[in-house]
C-alpha cells in the first residue's frame, strides 16, 4: 500500500497585525446543580502569615520563653466549655467567638462542639467516631489511629499549651456557603497563628472540622471529616518544625499541601481525584494559585509527593518535613537521608515522575509507577494523523508535555528543541495488550518506527523539562502511511472544559486539512445539552479575514442531541464526566463531498445560553489553533472573526471531528500524476526555523515566479527568487541568518496568482 502524506497549512493572505486577530475571551461560568463543593481556605489563611512573621520579629525568642513558662495542661473534661476564636472566612479580618463544649476526651485528643449546632448537625455518634479514629484506627491499620500514625510517619505536634492532647473544634466554619445554592465550603483548617500570644490567638494545638454542610452522619460526610482530619494534622505537625521562627521558615506551600494530601493516604483514607492533575501536566511544578486554580495545584502536590512515598517509603515524608530547609533544597536533603542511601536527587525522581505519569508501571521499571490506587495516566494531546507538524510549544519549569500517536503505520518523527538540549524525550510504545516499551530520543534526529500500527497501537511521546528554573521550547513533525478506511481529523487535544457565552447569531468553526482524494464520511459535534445547532460545510479561503467561509460545499447541516440528562460539571473536579456522554455524530456519506483541499465546519449561534445549546470547547497551545470565532469583543465596534484565547498560552478550540474516506484507488490516482494540475504553495519546512527553511511550489505550466519575504508588519524585508521555472515541483531555501527572532510570511506570485503562508523564525 502506498503513503500519501496530508499537508498541514495555515494560509494568511493578510498583513493585519497578528495581535488583531487574536483576543481573549471569558467562557460561560459552569456550576455544579445544588451541590456544594470544597473550597480552600489556604490563601485566606497564608495573608494572615504576616501577622506571624510581625510577631515573631517583636518576639525573636518566643518559643525558648514559653518553655520557660510551661503551661498547665488543660484537662478538659467531658461536659466543660469554653469559646474558642475561629475565623471568618469570608473577611480579610475575621476572627470571632464560637461557645462550645467539650463532648469527647481521649487518649489524644478532646472534641469540642459549637453549641449552636449540638443535636442539630452534631451527635455524640459523630463526636465519637471522629475521636475513635483520632485515637484508635483507621483504614491503614485498625490499631493505629491518626494521631499515631501521623507522628510516626511526619514527627512530632507542637505544644505550646502544655497539654498534648489535641483540641479539635467541629462547628459550622463561616465560609459563605448558603444551603441550596451552588456553593463553595471549607471542610477544615489549621491555622498557625494560634501557636502565637497574640490577638485573636487560642494559644493551643487545635484544628477546625466543618459540619455543614459536611454532613457527618452520612458515611461520605465522616470520610470526608476524617481524611481533612489526617489533612490538617500533618499541617499542625509541618508547622512545627517549619513555624517561621529562625532556622524554621516555613515551607512553600506545594510542599506542605502535598504531605498533607499524602497524610489522608498513609492513614488509609482515597486519593483526591487525580483528573485536574492529568489534563494539566505542562505547568510548572511548585506552582501556587489561588480561585479554582488551587484545585490543580493540590492535585499536582498529591502527585508528586505520593510518588515520592511510593517509591522511597514513609521515611521520606519525614525526612521533608524535618528538614531545616525548604522548597526543592528539603527534597534533595530528604533523599540524601535516606536509608539505604539512593544517589537521586529532585532532577532524577522528576524525570522518573514524568514517565511514571504516562505509563503507570512499575513491572516495565519500578521507578515508572505507583502503588497508590487512584493514580491513573495522564490524558495525552491526541494525533490521529501520522502527518503532523505542532508548531512551537513550550515546556514549563519542572513540567512535561504529552503527545500521543494513533493511527497509521511507518512513523517518522523529529523533535526540534532549537540548539538547547535541555529536553529530554522518551517514545512509550504500547501495544493492543498493553506490553510497553520505552525508548530514549534525542532533539533534531529523525527517528523511524517501522512496527507503529503493526506492533506497536500507540506511541507517546514525552517531552520533560526536568529544569525548575527556566521553560525550553520545542517543535515536532513527523510522517507516515494511512490505510485506506476513514480518516480521523481532530484537532482537539484536551476533554472538554466548557462553552463561550456567545452571542445570538456569532458564528463558531474549525477548518480542516484537505485530503487527497478524500470524501467526507461525518462528522463528530460535542453539545452542551439536548437540542439543536445549524451550520454549514465550506470550502476554507486561506485565511481568517474578512472570512474563512469559502465556496458552500453543503447548507443545512443541523446536530441534535436528545441527551435525556445534561452533563453535570463538576465543581470540585473542575471537569465534565470522561469520556463526555454528548458526542454528536452526523453522517455525510450521501452528500458527496470533496474535501481533497482544506474546509471549513461552521455553527451559526443562536439564542442566549443556557436557553438555547452551545458547542463545547477545550483549552490547549494556540499555534496552530484551527477554530475561528466570528463575534463582537469587548471594546470591539464591530464584529470580525477572531482567534481567541484563554490565556497568554493557551486558546479556546471548539469540539468539531470530520471523519474523511479515502479509497486505495484515490490514493494511487493522488501519487501518479507526473506533473501537478494546479499552483499550490507548501508550508515552508522546517518550521519554526534556524537559521534556514526550505520553500516548495509546484507550477501546473511554466512560468516567471516570485517568492517576497515579509516582516510581521507586512514590510517587505527581501526577494527571494525572480525568476522563470519549469512545470513541476521545487523548493527553494530561504536564509534568515541575517534576520531577528520572529514572524515572517513568504508570499509566491505567480502571474495573477498570490500565495501568503506565516513562518517562524527561532534563534
Excluded at 94 to 114: D, K, L, M, Q
Aim: hydrophobic share 35%; aromatic share 12%.
Amino acid at each position: 500500500m502506498k503513503s500519501f502524506l496530508v499537508v498541514f497549512i495555515i494560509c494568511i493572505l493578510s498583513f493585519e497585525p497578528i495581535s488583531a486577530q487574536t483576543v481573549q475571551y471569558q467562557k460561560a461560568e459552569e456550576k455544579s446543580e445544588n451541590k456544594p463543593y470544597q473550597i480552600d481556605a489556604r490563601h485566606f489563611l497564608a495573608k494572615k502569615d504576616v501577622l506571624i512573621t510581625n510577631f515573631l520579629k517583636e518576639n525573636p525568642n518566643y518559643f525558648q520563653e514559653i518553655k520557660l513558662k510551661k503551661k498547665t495542661a488543660w484537662n478538659f473534661s467531658v461536659g466543660s466549655t469554653k469559646s474558642w476564636f475561629a475565623e471568618d472566612l469570608t473577611k480579610n479580618d475575621g476572627t470571632y467567638s464560637v461557645p462550645s463544649t467539650c463532648r469527647a476526651v481521649g487518649t489524644n485528643c478532646y472534641i469540642f462542639v459549637e453549641n449552636s449546632i449540638w443535636n442539630t448537625r452534631v451527635t455524640q455518634a459523630n463526636v465519637n467516631a471522629v475521636m475513635e479514629a483520632f485515637d484508635n484506627s483507621t483504614p491503614a491499620n485498625s490499631q493505629k489511629g491518626i494521631y499515631e500514625t501521623v507522628t510516626e510517619v511526619f514527627g512530632d505536634a507542637p505544644d505550646v499549651d502544655g497539654d498534648p492532647k489535641i483540641i479539635i473544634l467541629i462547628l459550622d466554619i463561616v465560609d459563605g456557603y448558603e444551603a441550596g445554592t451552588n456553593s463553595g465550603y471549607t471542610a477544615g483548617y489549621f491555622y498557625g497563628l494560634n501557636q502565637f500570644a497574640t490577638s485573636g490567638s487560642n494559644i493551643a494545638e487545635i484544628y477546625y472540622v466543618d459540619a455543614d454542610p459536611l454532613d457527618l452522619s452520612t458515611a461520605n460526610g465522616l470520610n470526608t471529616a476524617l481524611n481533612t482530619t489526617a489533612h490538617e494534622f500533618q499541617h499542625m505537625v509541618h508547622f512545627n518544625y517549619h513555624d517561621g521562627s529562625s532556622g524554621k521558615p516555613f515551607q512553600t506551600t506545594f510542599i506542605n499541601e502535598g504531605c498533607s494530601e499524602v497524610s489522608s493516604v498513609v492513614c488509609g483514607y482515597p486519593l483526591r481525584d487525580q483528573g485536574l492533575f492529568n489534563n494539566e501536566y505542562n505547568h510548572y511544578l511548585l506552582d501556587w494559585r489561588s480561585g479554582d486554580a488551587v484545585l490543580n495545584d493540590y492535585a499536582r502536590a498529591a502527585r508528586y509527593i505520593i510518588y515520592l512515598y511510593d517509591q522511597f517509603g514513609p521515611r521520606i515524608l519525614g525526612n521533608i518535613v524535618q528538614s531545616i530547609n525548604i522548597d526543592i533544597p528539603s527534597i534533595n536533603d530528604a533523599l540524601n537521608k535516606l536509608k539505604p542511601a539512593t544517589s537521586l536527587r529532585f532532577p532524577e525522581t522528576l524525570e522518573n515522575w514524568m514517565v511514571a505519569n504516562a505509563i503507570n508501571s512499575t513491572s516495565v521499571d519500578p521507578a515508572w509507577g505507583y502503588l497508590t490506587a487512584g493514580t491513573n495516566t495522564v490524558n495525552p494531546r491526541k494525533v490521529s494523523n501520522p502527518n503532523y507538524s505542532s508548531g512551537v510549544t513550550r515546556v514549563e519549569r519542572a513540567a512535561a508535555d504529552y503527545i500521543e500517536f494513533e493511527g497509521g503505520k511507518n512513523l517518522k518523527v523529529n523533535f526540534d528543541d532549537f540548539g538547547t538540549g535541555k529536553l529530554i524525550f522518551k517514545a512509550i510504545k504500547k501495544t493492543s495488550t498493553n506490553q510497553i516499551d520505552v525508548e530514549d530520543m534525542v532533539a533534531n534526529t529523525e527517528y523511524t518506527f517501522s512496527d507503529f500500527g503493526s506492533v506497536y497501537e500507540s506511541i507517546t511521546f514525552a517531552i520533560m523539562n526536568v529544569d525548575a528554573f527556566n521553560t525550553y521550547n520545542y517543535s515536532v513533525t513527523s510522517s507516515g502511511e494511512f490505510d485506506a478506511g476513514n480518516i480521523v481529523l481532530a484537532y482537539d487535544e484536551n476533554p472538554p472544559t466548557g462553552v463561550l457565552g456567545l452571542a445570538n447569531r456569532d458564528t463558531v468553526c474549525v477548518y480542516f486539512d484537505g485530503v487527497p482524494g478524500g470524501k467526507l464520511d461525518s462528522i463528530r459535534v460535542a453539545l452542551r445539552q439536548a437540542g439543536s445547532v445549524s451550520g454549514g460545510i465550506y470550502e476554507f479561503t486561506g485565511e481568517l479575514r474578512p472570512s474563512p467561509l469559502g465556496k458552500v460545499l453543503m447548507s443545512n447541516l443541523t446536530v441534535t442531541s436528545n441527551i435525556a440528562e445534561r452533563p453535570v460539571y463538576d465543581q470540585q473536579s473542575q471537569s465534565y464526566p470522561v469520556p463526555f456522554p454528548n458526542w454528536i455524530t452526523v453522517d455525510l456519506k450521501s452528500a458527496n463531498i470533496d474535501v481533497s483541499k482544506p474546509f471549513v465546519v461552521a455553527f451559526m449561534v443562536e439564542g442566549t445560553y443556557p436557553d438555547k445549546n452551545r458547542i463545547m470547547i477545550t483549552e490547549q497551545p494556540y499555534i496552530d489553533n484551527h477554530s475561528f470565532t466570528f463575534f463582537t469583543p469587548t471594546g470591539s465596534e464591530t464584529p470580525n472573526w477572531y482567534n481567541i484565547t484563554a490565556s497568554e498560552t493557551t486558546a479556546y478550540a471548539y469540539l468539531i471531528r470530520s471523519y474523511v474516506g479515502v479509497t486505495a484507488t484515490d490514493i494511487e490516482v493522488e501519487l501518479a500524476g507526473t506533473l501537478p494540475d494546479e499552483f499550490t504553495v507548501s508550508q515552508n519546512y522546517p518550521n519554526p526555523f534556524n537559521p534556514s527553511t526550505k520553500i516548495e511550489f509546484a507550477l501546473p505550466v511554466q512560468d516567471n515566479v516570485k517568492l517576497n519575504i515579509y516582516n510581521g508588519m507586512g514590510e517587505l524585508v527581501q526577494t527571494v527568487i525572480n525568476d522563470e521555472f519549469s512545470a513541476g515541483i521545487h523548493s527553494v531555501n530561504f536564509d534568515g541568518s541575517d534576520f531577528a527572532s520572529g514572524i515572517y510570511f513568504y508570499q509566491i506570485v505567480v502571474g495573477n496568482r498570490i500565495e501568503t503562508k506565516k513562518m517562524i523564525l527561532m534563534k
